[in-house]
């Protein structure tokens, strides 16, 4: 228990959860405006301008991002002009500041992504996305925050020892990447903290050696990893979900092989029963009070209580 708490307490700080009498100054934001296809880098990295040359006004993805490193915080602020079919590429892959992703589409469907061949989050720095798909083709390097809300991650996830993860009601797997499992075959190496509430997971049968086959999470050198009212789903395969050493749980979790004994834990279910969390419990109602999708949680017909997972209420 005394473990358990002090990894939250950790966590909290890394997150920004901090009891400071005068809060800090609001972010520098920045609106991309640009067509997704259009790039280049920021004409003054630190003058508080996002624009790829002086007046043209023009702000994009990777130029917001150098001006947030720049200037240490920034909110980016994405339109809903980028579909999948034709997504923004990040190619300013290092973050050295404390940004956040932010895409003004909300609805049942995702239409808005981007794409990054691989990421790297500094230590002391913190990349958080909320409403927006990342899909990373190579790997995730996290020595600072990575912190999803109602976001997708795709592609394996590296955390180093002091880095964080949190997905809250969010959705990841590793299908976008062209590397082979790395040598932990899992989809998150976790040797840092690992945090997953209200957030539901992929993998596949693919074939012998096979990205899909790998585990979801390896936690190891000191590692901690916390799950709650997460769902793992894999797809008929029969190799554990969890590698080494085992998580903590949270309560209503459904996976298999993460030998997991809190209230309402599951061993080989898949996204069922549904509606089974209290009102309260893991922020049911309070803290998550909509799906991935928007929809309200608890949902408003039937018994007060939240689905595991990211849908249904």
Same mark, same amino acid.
């Given at each position: 228990?005394?473990?358990t708490?002090?990894?939250?307490a950790?966590?909290?700080? !890394?997150?920004g959860w901090?009891?400071?009498?005068e809060p800090?100054?609001?972010?520098?934001?920045?609106?991309v405006?640009?067509a997704?296809g259009?790039t /280049?880098?920021?004409a003054?990295?630190?003058d508080? $301008? =996002?624009?790829?040359?002086p007046?043209?006004g023009?702000c994009?993805l990777d130029?917001?991002?150098?001006?947030?490193n !720049?200037? %240490?915080?920034?909110?980016?602020?994405m339109?809903?002009? #980028?579909?999948?079919?034709?997504p923004p $590429?990040l190619?300013e892959t290092?973050?050295? /500041?404390?940004l956040?992703?932010?895409?003004?589409?909300e609805?049942?469907?995702r239409?808005f992504?981007?794409r990054?061949?691989e990421?790297?989050i #500094?230590?002391?720095?913190?990349l958080a996305?909320?409403? !927006?798909?990342l899909?990373?083709?190579?790997t995730t390097?996290v020595?600072?925050a990575?912190?999803?809300?109602r976001?997708?991650q795709?592609g394996?996830i &590296?955390v180093?020892? /002091?880095g964080?993860?949190s997905?809250d009601?969010?959705? %990841?797997?590793?299908? #976008?990447s062209d590397l082979?499992p790395?040598a932990t075959?899992?989809w998150?190496?976790?040797?840092g903290?690992v945090?997953l509430r209200f957030s539901? *997971?992929?993998? *596949?049968?693919?074939g012998a050696?096979?990205?899909m086959?790998a585990?979801?999470?390896?936690?190891?050198?000191?590692?901690?990893?916390?799950?709650?009212?997460?769902v793992?789903n894999?797809?008929?395969l029969?190799s554990?979900? =969890?590698? %080494?050493?085992?998580?903590?749980?949270l %309560?209503y979790?459904?996976?298999?092989?993460?030998?997991?004994?809190g209230?309402g834990d599951l061993?080989?279910a898949?996204?069922f029963p549904l509606?089974?969390?209290p009102?309260g419990t893991?922020?049911?109602?309070?803290?998550?009070?909509v799906?991935w999708?928007g929809h309200?949680?608890? !949902?408003? &017909?039937g018994?007060?209580?939240c689905?595991?997972g990211?849908w249904?209420?």
């Open positions: 228990m005394r473990r708490i002090t990894t939250l950790v966590a909290a700080l !890394a997150l901090t009891t400071a009498c800090p100054p609001p972010p520098a934001s920045f609106t405006n640009v997704p259009v /280049g880098g920021d003054n990295p630190g508080g $301008v =996002c624009e790829t040359a007046g043209n023009q994009t130029a917001a991002v150098q001006e947030g !720049a200037l %240490g915080r920034a909110d980016i602020h339109t809903p002009t #980028a579909e999948v079919s034709n $590429v190619s290092t973050i050295t /500041g404390q956040t992703v932010i895409s003004a589409y609805g049942v469907v239409e992504e981007i990054a061949p990421l790297h #500094a230590a002391g720095a913190r996305l909320q409403q !927006a798909e899909l990373v083709t190579g390097t020595e600072g990575l912190v999803l809300t976001a997708m795709v394996w &590296d180093r020892a /002091g964080l993860v997905f009601n969010s959705i %990841g797997g590793v299908w #976008a082979p790395p075959n899992a998150i190496t976790n040797r903290t945090i539901e *997971f992929q993998r *596949f049968d693919h050696g096979t990205s086959g585990a979801f999470v390896h936690t190891l050198d000191g590692g901690s990893t916390l799950i709650g009212a997460t793992f894999r797809s008929g029969a554990p979900d =969890c590698l %080494g050493t085992p998580p903590t749980s %309560g979790n459904s996976t298999s092989g993460c030998n997991l004994s209230p061993e080989g898949g996204s509606r089974d969390i009102l893991l922020g049911c109602g309070t803290e998550v009070t799906t999708d309200p949680r608890p !949902a408003p &017909d018994a007060p209580r689905s595991r990211v249904h209420g």
